[in-house]
Antibody, heavy 120, light 106 residues
């Protein structure tokens, strides 16, 4: 069974940093591209970042470019999101999502999410 | 950036009703359009990919159609477990989601 479990969320002050993790199991993690998608409280979904299976290709949404860094460790079946210079508007539930193996940008499995709250 | 709009933003329907949601892209996205269901407090779930392909395990009452800029998502017979918010998502370029349509039971 495919499982994605996020962790690392919490309360952080504006300008602070946080590192999110996503532990993957039930599939060959090293064969799949991965993403982070976020959802502000009561709002819709926003794609945040993408990393290819080998980490050779990375994309970011304009809203986080230069502040967030996506990475992965295929030996540990883990995905990460380093978030720096956090702003109030980064408050959201952050989901890791697997990209379907043969279809671009189709998110076929999602984790349960981890809440990041940026507030003083 | 490609902008996505959805209508209606919310709807109420009776069990057994046919429910239709539309999604419009700001430019031609061919069939690069997915639909997701999100129940309260849960993660989104993929229902339809490439505009009209049903994800494995998804009930056949869900369907999608369209290409270019105009797309339709249909629930042929609304069930109580379909109460959720439905999002379209384009991927002609970097992915963007529509604002969502909240569906509840009348």
């Amino acid at each position: 069974e495919v499982q994605l479990v996020e962790s690392g969320g919490g309360l952080v002050q504006p300008g602070g940093s946080l590192r999110l993790s996503c532990a993957a199991s039930g599939f060959t993690f090293s064969s799949y591209s991965m993403n982070w998608v976020r959802q502000a409280p009561g709002k819709g979904l926003e794609w945040v970042s993408y990393i290819s299976s080998s980490s050779s290709t990375i994309y970011y949404a304009d809203s986080v470019k230069g502040r967030f860094t996506i990475s992965r460790d295929n030996a540990k079946n883990s995905l990460y999101l380093q978030m720096n210079s956090l702003r109030d508007e980064d408050t959201a539930v952050y989901y890791c999502a697997r990209r379907q193996q043969w279809l671009d940008w189709v998110f076929d499995y999602w984790g349960q999410g981890t809440l990041v709250t940026v507030s003083s | 950036d490609i902008q996505m709009t959805q209508s209606p933003s919310s709807l109420s329907a009776s069990v057994g009703d046919r429910v239709t949601i539309t999604c419009q892209a700001s430019q031609d996205i061919s069939n690069y359009l997915n639909w997701y269901q999100q129940k309260p407090g849960k993660a989104p779930k993929l229902l339809i990919y490439d505009a009209s392909n049903l994800e494995t395990g998804v009930p056949s009452r869900f369907s999608g159609s369209g290409s270019g800029t105009d797309f339709t998502f249909t629930i042929s017979s609304l069930q109580p477990e379909d109460i959720a918010t439905y999002y379209c998502q384009q991927y002609d370029n970097l992915p963007t989601f529509g604002p969502g349509t909240k569906v509840d039971i009348k």
